[in-house]
């Protein structure tokens, strides 16, 4: 089982609507949990960062989180051209070490 | 967000020859830094963490006699591709953290290794 899962995608859904994207992990322990976007040929932009269960707003935002589950999701309200990326779920796994996993990331494309 | 910058952002060097990558932390001591190798339409894969002052912990399949990593202070760390071989090429980026476990993880700007 990977550590950390998501669909790749593409996602596709049309501009101003709600774009939601899932991901899953393996590691129980892990605790700090982080969404990217990253546009084709460049470094990944930090987006949200969760810890705590429930829900984290943050403008047009929301990462959702549930431990119990294993379960982090992000969604983006009033969807724009410009959110057109490849979304990367981050995990800090629990260890000495703490490294940063990524999933696989989820394209997202929305179309005007 | 706090800054992470990453040099050089490209570089093209011939077959053989070694390449050094610096990732600094601007705003923040960074006490572990990650070094990522990413190919086109592919996730960004761990190569190692490195800690400040200690050496690098490195991915199973990664050479590090290959991929040298110096983490000398709380805001430097470099990776050193040596003897560069055109499968080499790749787009490497660094993230670094600052301590504890709930602190954001911030990337440079990557670098574009081109082995000629």
């Known amino acids: 089982q990977k550590e950390v899962e998501q669909n790749s995608g593409p996602l596709s859904v049309p501009e101003g609507a709600i774009a939601s994207l899932n991901c899953t992990y393996s590691d129980r322990g892990s605790q700090s949990f982080f969404w990217y976007r990253q546009y084709s040929g460049k470094s990944p932009e930090l987006i949200m960062f969760i810890y705590s269960n429930g829900d984290k707003e943050d403008g047009r935002f929301t990462a959702q989180l549930n431990k119990a589950s294993q379960y982090v999701s992000l969604l983006i309200r009033d969807s724009q051209p410009s959110d057109s990326a490849t979304y990367l779920c981050?995990?800090?796994?629990?260890?000495?070490?703490?490294?940063?996993?990524f999933g696989i990331g989820t394209k997202l494309q929305v179309i005007p | 967000g706090a800054v992470v910058s990453q040099h050089p952002s490209r570089v093209i060097c011939k077959s053989g020859t070694s390449v050094k990558i610096e990732c600094r932390s601007l705003?923040?001591?960074?006490?572990?830094m990650f070094w990522y190798r990413q190919f086109p339409k592919q996730s960004l894969m761990l190569m190692a963490t490195?800690?400040?002052?200690?050496?690098?912990?490195?991915e199973q399949g990664v050479e590090k006699d290959k991929f040298l990593i110096n983490h000398a202070s709380l805001t430097l760390s470099t990776l050193t591709v040596t003897s560069a071989h055109p499968e080499d090429s790749s787009f490497y980026i660094c993230?670094?953290?600052?301590?504890?476990?709930?602190?954001?993880?911030?990337f440079g700007q990557g670098t574009r290794l081109t082995v000629v």
């Open positions: 993230s670094a953290r600052g301590v504890g476990i709930l602190t954001e993880a911030f």
């Open positions: 490195s800690n400040e002052g200690s050496k690098a912990t490195y």
């Open positions: 981050a995990v800090v796994l629990s260890g000495g070490y703490q490294k940063v996993t």
């Open positions: 705003d923040f001591q960074a006490t572990t």
